[in-house]
């Protein structure tokens, strides 16, 4: 009787190990995250009812196996913020772990709208800092992010720009789509890439076609493969590729800047690429970039620049080729445009008179959804009808939910460029994220994509 007993209790003893190990790791977290802010708050029910609803995951993990699950390996992304909403009611936030970090996931237009425009309050807080650049105009604040901003914005995406950067960027798309036909079968994302990146090139830092820029292509293809990774510096995982190729791409453009220094007696009309506006570039104090802050802005951009584009061309030949009224639609309107342009390539302004072009760009934007969330910080604990944001937590804006939500977007996963014939609810389309940190490259982009499928939908099928 005596043994029987031992045993049965060794049983329970062991029959409920694994039980407590499955509790402290689902419970560790929120007890690691809350508790203090709890104690801080107040006790419950008040604390928690300052807290958005969510979970804080495993330990070290947080949620990340979840949002590999839907971002990764079943490719249906929206249903991650779909099983919160689900769990948790509709809502315009929620809590969780990401990236390393104790976060709040906004997905509603008026909030995502309140931190975006809100930089007293939030900081950018990019998982992959070491790969942006702590200098580049995407992270740094107050004025030299104004002067920065206004340089970039003049260089690339202001009227005057566009109309310099149509003309220059027509040649290699022409010979990319020539080259393609003469081919017969392609993979267009790699060629779509090769010719994005090409552009990005020239524009730039000036560079050429050549071996030395496949090699740089190959780099930031591995940049942006660790962009949105878990910060894990180990061999064989992205992130320690990417940091990699970052350092390697980053001696490429530090050899290019210091042939650059070394030039004298340059004229201001000379300064035909972004990185010379740059080196030439000062302050209020008359005092002019460090090579890292040059360095970094060169990369942040090229990295903006490349992502965009290049995808945002790739989903639209994807679209069109679903879609053929759509293609046929936008075949006629190029058509008709090349009949009546003056030279071989189309123009800024003839661009904006292709308003079904113009839409179809749209459409591809907002299903593709390129930036499907952007980074911030709390700076201070921050409330919002009601919650609490913690300072030092992570604010993650999801902005792909806003667009493939039915209550803004009739249909909204039917490609439908016609939906353009009307502006979007304000707030709604958030394609390129908002307030005073908007893409600065947001029309350098679009025209890109105009140009390319101008060009495929008047020669080719």
């Known amino acids: 009787m005596e043994i029987g007993s031992q045993a049965w209790l060794l049983g329970m003893v062991l029959g409920g190990v694994p039980l407590l190990i499955v509790w402290v790791l689902w419970w560790w977290n929120e007890i690691r995250f809350l508790a203090p802010l709890k104690a801080q708050y107040g006790s419950p029910p008040a604390a928690a009812a300052k807290l958005p609803p969510g979970h804080m995951g495993l330990p070290y993990f947080g949620e990340m196996i979840s949002f590999l ?18 769990r948790y009611g509709e809502g315009s936030m929620y809590r969780t772990h990401l990236f390393g970090s104790p976060t709040i996931i906004t997905c509603s237009p008026a909030l995502n709208k309140f931190v975006l425009q809100s930089d007293d309050l939030f900081t950018v807080k990019w998982p992959s800092l070491e790969l ?49 036909a003469e081919k017969g079968m392609v ?13 990005i090139g020239k524009l730039f830092v000036n560079f050429e076609p050549g071996p030395g820029l496949d ?20 061999p064989g995982t992205a992130y320690h590729h990417a940091l990699k190729c970052r350092k390697k791409a980053n001696e490429i453009f530090r ?43 060169i990369v942040s951009l090229v990295i903006a620049g490349y992502e965009s584009t290049s995808l945002a061309s790739m ?18 309107e190029n058509i008709a445009m090349n009949q ?36 911030r910080l709390a700076k201070e604990d921050v409330d919002y009808k009601g919650f609490k944001i913690p300072k030092g937590w992570k604010v993650i804006v999801w902005l792909r939910s806003l667009h493939t939500d039915p209550k803004y977007f009739n249909d909204p996963m039917f490609f439908n460029p016609d939906r353009w014939n009307e502006p979007a609810k304000p707030g709604t389309y958030q394609a390129f994220g908002g307030g005073p940190r908007i893409c600065v490259g947001n ?11 101008h060009h495929l939908a008047i020669g080719y099928k």
Do not use: C
């Open 255 to 297: 050899k290019e800047l210091e042939r650059r220094r070394k030039e004298s007696g340059r004229e201001s009309e000379e300064r035909n690429d972004l990185m010379d506006g740059l080196i030439l570039m000062k302050d209020e104090q008359g005092k002019q970039l460090g090579d890292i802050e040059v360095l970094d802005n």
């Open 315 to 332: 989903w639209a030949v994807y679209f069109l080729a679903k879609f053929p009224d759509v293609l046929q639609k936008l075949r006629e």
């Open 69 to 86: 699950w839907y971002f990764k390996i079943i490719r249906r992304p929206d249903d991650f913020i779909a099983s919160k909403r689900q």
């Open 187 to 199: 993979n267009a994302f790699d060629e779509i890439k090769k010719v994005t990146f090409a552009n």
């Open 340 to 375: 009546k342009k003056k030279g071989d390539f189309i123009t800024s302004k003839e661009i904006a008179e292709l308003k079904y072009t113009n839409k179809v760009v749209e459409e591809t934007l907002r299903m593709a959804n390129i930036a499907p969330f952007i980074f």
């Open 443 to 453: 029309m350098l982009a679009r025209l890109q994509v105009a140009i390319f499928l």
């Open 215 to 234: 090699l740089l292509d190959s780099y930031f293809g591995g940049v942006v493969g660790g962009m949105r990774a878990q910060r894990i510096n180990f």
């Open 132 to 180: 942006v650049g702590q200098s580049s105009v995407a992270i740094v604040g107050g004025k030299a992010h104004t002067r920065l901003r206004s340089y970039v914005y003049n260089s690339i995406n202001s009227p005057e720009a566009l109309k310099r950067i149509a003309q220059t960027v027509q040649p290699r798309v022409v010979l990319t789509l020539r080259s393609w």
